[in-house]
């Protein structure tokens, strides 16, 4: 069985629990300290009323903070691929009252949304990962962003860079608003 399978098993009990416990440590009361989400979503540098696609929500701790700077002309599609991660932030969203978000099951490696679909990605606290290709990711994040579109990076990983996603020549960088790091798409007529 491929980690992946193992990492995602939702028929899994075992699998279940264990993401169910990093669910939990993702929402930690401390977290909002050291991971401020308010400050880190403020340098994706979204803009009302565009339309924002989150990778790899989790247990939402992003979510709400990026709803919150689309506003409601805007519209949020918050993705994950485990069952439990879609439906915690499904029930935040709910008792939060946002309307503008979705929540969906996705795998960002290949998803169901159309080409030239977002204006900012939000890829947080997802990569480095050893389920996640960035060869891959960085295919699949091209298509779906508009021309000129943005994809927002934040990891915890110190040193970490985006080279991988930079080497398929379908991004270029942006000045980094620390700790984010945001990318570009290049438009299929300047490659
Ligand atoms: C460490 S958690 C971070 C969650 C959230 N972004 C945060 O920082 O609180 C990484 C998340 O990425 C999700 N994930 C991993 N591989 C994925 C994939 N291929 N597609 C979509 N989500 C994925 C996991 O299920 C998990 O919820």
Same mark, same amino acid.
């Given at each position: 069985?491929k980690l992946k399978e193992i990492v995602f098993? &939702?028929?899994?009990?075992? $699998? &279940? ?9 993702? *929402? $930690? ?5 050291? #991971?401020?989400?308010?400050?880190? %979503?403020?340098? =994706? ?6 339309? @924002?696609?989150?990778i790899g929500c989790g247990?939402?701790? +992003? ?12 519209? @949020?599609? &918050?993705t994950d691929i485990h069952?439990?991660a879609?439906?915690?932030? &499904?029930?935040? @969203?709910? =008792? ?10 996705e795998d960002a490696h290949s998803t $169901?949304? =159309? *080409? *030239?679909?977002? *204006? @900012?990605i939000v890829l947080y606290g997802v990569v480095p990962s050893p389920v996640i290709s960035l060869r891959q990711l960085s295919v699949e994040l $091209? ?8 994809c927002?990076i934040w990891t915890a990983v110190?040193?970490w860079?985006p080279v991988e996603m930079?080497?398929q020549?379908? +991004? ?7 700790? %984010? ?5 290049? #438009?299929?007529?300047?490659?």
């Amino acid at each position: 069985m491929k980690l992946k399978e193992i990492v995602f098993n &939702a028929e899994s009990k075992k $699998s &279940a629990a264990n993401y169910q416990k990093m669910l939990k440590w993702l *929402d $930690s009361p401390k977290r909002y300290k050291y #991971n401020n989400p308010s400050n880190l %979503v403020e340098k =994706a540098g979204i803009l009302k009323g565009q339309k @924002v696609l989150e990778i790899g929500c989790g247990s939402g701790f +992003f979510t709400a903070e990026i709803a919150k700077v689309t506003g409601n002309l805007g519209e @949020v599609i &918050a993705t994950d691929i485990h069952p439990l991660a879609v439906k915690e932030t &499904a029930q935040k @969203v709910e =008792a939060l009252k946002i309307e503008h978000v979705t929540v969906a099951c996705e795998d960002a490696h290949s998803t $169901s949304f =159309a *080409d *030239d679909s977002f *204006d @900012v990605i939000v890829l947080y606290g997802v990569v480095p990962s050893p389920v996640i290709s960035l060869r891959q990711l960085s295919v699949e994040l $091209s298509r779906i962003l508009k021309p000129n579109g943005i994809c927002a990076i934040w990891t915890a990983v110190p040193f970490w860079r985006p080279v991988e996603m930079l080497k398929q020549g379908r +991004f270029t960088q942006m000045k980094r608003q620390y700790p %984010v790091f945001k990318l570009q798409k290049i #438009n299929h007529e300047e490659r």
